[in-house]
Protein backbone atom coordinates (compact mmCIF):
# COMPACT_ATOMS: atom_id res chain seq x y z
CA UNK A 1 0.00 0.00 0.00
CA UNK A 2 1.34 3.10 -0.74
CA UNK A 3 0.55 6.66 0.55
CA UNK A 4 2.21 9.78 -0.53
CA UNK A 5 2.24 13.22 1.56
CA UNK A 6 1.80 16.68 -0.98
CA UNK A 7 3.20 19.60 -0.52
CA UNK A 8 3.05 23.01 -2.51
CA UNK A 9 6.40 25.01 -2.64
CA UNK A 10 5.89 28.14 -4.40
CA UNK A 11 6.10 26.56 -8.07
CA UNK A 12 7.22 22.82 -7.24
CA UNK A 13 4.73 20.47 -6.34
CA UNK A 14 6.11 17.52 -3.72
CA UNK A 15 4.52 14.76 -3.89
CA UNK A 16 6.31 12.56 -1.00
CA UNK A 17 5.50 8.46 -1.53
CA UNK A 18 5.91 5.81 0.87
CA UNK A 19 5.39 2.09 1.40
CA UNK A 20 4.92 -0.36 -1.63
CA UNK A 21 4.41 0.73 -5.55
CA UNK A 22 2.42 -1.51 -6.60
CA UNK A 23 -1.24 -2.18 -8.70
CA UNK A 24 -3.30 -0.32 -6.27
CA UNK A 25 -1.30 2.94 -5.84
CA UNK A 26 -2.68 4.40 -9.23
CA UNK A 27 -5.82 6.33 -7.02
CA UNK A 28 -3.21 7.64 -4.55
CA UNK A 29 -0.71 8.66 -7.79
CA UNK A 30 -3.57 10.28 -9.62
CA UNK A 31 -4.68 12.15 -6.75
CA UNK A 32 -1.51 14.06 -6.07
CA UNK A 33 -1.94 16.59 -9.31
CA UNK A 34 -5.94 16.83 -8.56
CA UNK A 35 -5.11 20.68 -6.81
CA UNK A 36 -2.29 21.73 -9.28
CA UNK A 37 -2.82 25.22 -10.63
CA UNK A 38 -1.52 27.07 -13.53
CA UNK A 39 1.19 28.87 -11.07
CA UNK A 40 2.95 25.18 -10.44
CA UNK A 41 5.95 24.22 -12.77
CA UNK A 42 7.65 21.52 -11.27
CA UNK A 43 6.29 18.05 -9.93
CA UNK A 44 9.13 16.79 -7.82
CA UNK A 45 8.12 12.84 -6.90
CA UNK A 46 10.35 11.70 -4.08
CA UNK A 47 10.81 7.83 -3.70
CA UNK A 48 12.91 7.83 -0.40
CA UNK A 49 10.14 5.94 1.25
CA UNK A 50 9.42 3.31 -1.58
CA UNK A 51 11.58 0.31 -1.15
CA UNK A 52 9.73 -1.61 -3.09
CA UNK A 53 7.59 -1.36 -7.09
CA UNK A 54 6.06 -3.73 -9.50
CA UNK A 55 5.25 -3.43 -12.93
CA UNK A 56 1.90 -2.22 -12.43
CA UNK A 57 3.44 0.03 -9.98
CA UNK A 58 6.08 1.55 -12.58
CA UNK A 59 3.18 1.53 -14.83
CA UNK A 60 1.30 3.83 -12.65
CA UNK A 61 4.25 6.00 -12.05
CA UNK A 62 4.90 6.38 -15.80
CA UNK A 63 1.23 7.45 -15.95
CA UNK A 64 1.84 10.31 -13.19
CA UNK A 65 4.50 11.53 -15.40
CA UNK A 66 2.62 11.70 -18.49
CA UNK A 67 -0.12 13.37 -16.93
CA UNK A 68 1.97 15.80 -15.73
CA UNK A 69 3.76 16.76 -19.03
CA UNK A 70 0.71 17.09 -20.18
CA UNK A 71 -0.54 19.79 -17.96
CA UNK A 72 2.96 21.13 -18.85
CA UNK A 73 4.85 20.47 -15.37
CA UNK A 74 8.60 19.61 -15.32
CA UNK A 75 8.60 16.50 -13.83
CA UNK A 76 11.65 15.23 -11.11
CA UNK A 77 11.85 11.78 -9.78
CA UNK A 78 14.06 11.32 -6.89
CA UNK A 79 15.23 9.04 -4.20
CA UNK A 80 15.24 5.70 -6.17
CA UNK A 81 15.28 3.11 -4.14
CA UNK A 82 17.79 -0.12 -5.08
CA UNK A 83 14.90 -2.54 -5.50
CA UNK A 84 12.94 -0.07 -8.41
CA UNK A 85 15.98 1.13 -9.81
CA UNK A 86 16.91 -2.69 -10.86
CA UNK A 87 12.93 -3.38 -11.44
CA UNK A 88 13.56 -0.29 -14.04
CA UNK A 89 16.56 -1.30 -15.39
CA UNK A 90 14.92 -5.47 -15.60
CA UNK A 91 12.53 -4.16 -17.45
CA UNK A 92 14.31 -1.84 -19.67
CA UNK A 93 16.52 -4.60 -20.22
CA UNK A 94 20.03 -3.16 -19.70
CA UNK A 95 22.53 -5.62 -18.60
CA UNK A 96 24.84 -4.41 -15.23
CA UNK A 97 24.10 -2.62 -11.99
CA UNK A 98 20.89 -0.36 -11.88
CA UNK A 99 23.10 2.51 -10.46
CA UNK A 100 22.70 4.59 -13.74
CA UNK A 101 18.86 4.00 -14.64
CA UNK A 102 17.38 6.45 -12.16
CA UNK A 103 19.19 9.37 -14.39
CA UNK A 104 17.82 7.51 -17.41
CA UNK A 105 14.58 8.03 -16.59
CA UNK A 106 14.33 11.44 -17.44
CA UNK A 107 14.87 10.75 -21.12
CA UNK A 108 11.22 10.25 -22.15
CA UNK A 109 12.08 7.91 -25.19
CA UNK A 110 13.80 5.77 -21.70
CA UNK A 111 10.42 6.22 -19.97
CA UNK A 112 8.19 5.47 -23.82
CA UNK A 113 10.71 1.83 -23.42
CA UNK A 114 9.81 1.60 -19.84
CA UNK A 115 6.31 1.47 -20.29
CA UNK A 116 6.24 -0.91 -23.59
CA UNK A 117 8.16 -3.63 -22.05
CA UNK A 118 6.43 -3.87 -18.61
CA UNK A 119 2.97 -3.61 -20.36
CA UNK A 120 4.39 -6.30 -22.27
CA UNK A 121 5.53 -8.22 -18.69
CA UNK A 122 2.17 -7.59 -16.83
CA UNK A 123 0.14 -9.54 -20.33
CA UNK A 124 2.53 -12.02 -20.18
CA UNK A 125 2.16 -12.98 -16.49
CA UNK A 126 -1.81 -12.35 -16.95
CA UNK A 127 -2.32 -14.97 -19.93
CA UNK A 128 -0.62 -17.52 -17.64
CA UNK A 129 -0.08 -19.31 -21.46
CA UNK A 130 4.07 -18.14 -21.64
CA UNK A 131 2.89 -16.26 -24.47
CA UNK A 132 1.99 -12.37 -24.73
CA UNK A 133 -1.51 -11.30 -25.84
CA UNK A 134 -1.69 -10.01 -29.44
CA UNK A 135 -4.54 -8.00 -29.19
CA UNK A 136 -6.56 -9.61 -31.31
Not at 6 to 15: A, E, F, S
Not at 67 to 81: C, I, S, T
Amino acid sequence: MITTDVQYRGTTVLVSASGELGEESGGALRQALEHVTAGERVLMVDLHGVPLMTEPGLLHLLDLHRRAEDRGLRVLVVGWQPQPRELMARTAGLPGPASATADRYATPGFRRLLAERAQGTRAFTESGSGRVPSGG
